[in-house]
């Protein structure tokens, strides 16, 4: 399991090597803003008007750029005599940056502050870990919630994410009832914490059960494998937007469904009584 992992993986990194090579290496040299793919060069004196824009690759400037310069996937290098007017701002970096988004980050301010965009992602979803240890109950019916009906948890979550909004501005135009708009935003984050948590756990016994099918992974165990793989997910590029929206929309989903089943169940029926046993009555022995 761990060769074939490791195979995967060095294919992968060859893979993005190979794509990221040609934008490195074809470099063109650009006279006005606008948006480019791979690596552009400003010449020394050339004036360049508007903002610049570069995808998947470098921004090498020796001239005047008059406008904003962005970078994504790649790093602005100004060289010596390069001047920019605007805002520099660039999202990763190189092939490093992007297999491991939490590598240190290109800065041309301070290129030794590194990118706690890991330290942040951790932080957060560790509160789903303490909100399962506060409400570990609950976080169980959510996760029955998200395990017997996925389809109808994110439908849930995409028409509770529509309705934040509109009840809020609802309750602000009432007046007397704008203090609710706490208690609905309180609601909506305990919401998406018990979502990512049951998600996390539900993540994290399938791995570990797959990885060892005779045994029974602890949900403590469970729930702290889940947290990290959902964390490494949601710091993949462009990838991790998308995992971010889905946790939190399907966690809220999931969560609506759990008080709504309660809502609408009732009270618990008692079990059944057993008929008496009929029959001659059995000699004493």
Same mark, same amino acid.
């Given at each position: ?134 409400? @570990? +109950?609950?976080?169980?019916? !959510?996760?029955?919630? *998200?395990?017997?009906?996925?389809? $109808?948890?994110?439908?849930? /979550?995409? &028409? ?58 602890? @949900? +403590?165990?469970?729930?702290? !494998?889940?947290?990290? *793989?959902?964390?490494?997910?949601? $710091?993949?590029?462009?990838? /991790?937007? &998308? ?43």
């Amino acid at each position: 399991m761990s060769a074939r992992t490791a195979a995967i993986a060095l294919f992968c990194l060859a893979g993005l090597a190979l794509l990221a090579a040609p934008a490195a290496a074809d470099t063109q040299a650009i006279y006005h803003g606008g948006t480019y793919f791979g690596s552009v060069f400003v010449e020394p004196g050339q004036v360049v008007d508007g903002d610049l824009t570069v995808i998947f690759g470098d921004a090498i400037n020796e001239g005047i750029i008059e406008g904003d310069v962005n970078v994504i996937g790649g790093a602005y290098d100004p060289r010596s005599r390069g001047v920019v007017t605007g805002q520099i701002n660039q999202i990763g970096g190189a092939v490093t940056q992007a297999v491991v988004p939490w590598a240190p980050s290109e800065s041309p301010s301070n290129p030794f502050v590194p990118d706690h965009r890991l330290l942040w992602r951790i932080s957060w979803n560790l509160l789903a870990l303490l909100v399962f240890l506060i409400f @570990p +109950l609950r976080t169980r019916m !959510v996760l029955d919630r *998200l395990e017997g009906h996925p389809g $109808l948890s994110v439908t849930a /979550g995409v &028409l509770g994410s529509m309705a934040v909004i509109p009840l809020a501005v609802l309750l602000a135009i009432t007046i007397l009832l704008i203090p609710l708009i706490v208690l609905e935003l309180v609601f909506v984050l305990a919401g998406i914490f018990l979502g990512t948590a049951a998600l996390a756990l539900l993540i994290g016994r399938r791995l570990c059960e797959l990885v060892s099918p005779s045994t029974t992974p602890s @949900p +403590l165990l469970a729930l702290v !494998v889940g947290i990290v *793989l959902i964390s490494a997910a949601e $710091l993949v590029p462009v990838v /991790g937007t &998308l995992v971010l929206i889905f946790v939190g929309v399907i966690g809220l989903g999931a969560t609506v469904l759990s008080f709504a089943g309660e809502a609408f169940a009732g009270p618990a029926s008692p079990p059944p009584r057993r008929a008496p046993i009929s029959g001659p009555p059995m000699a004493a022995g």
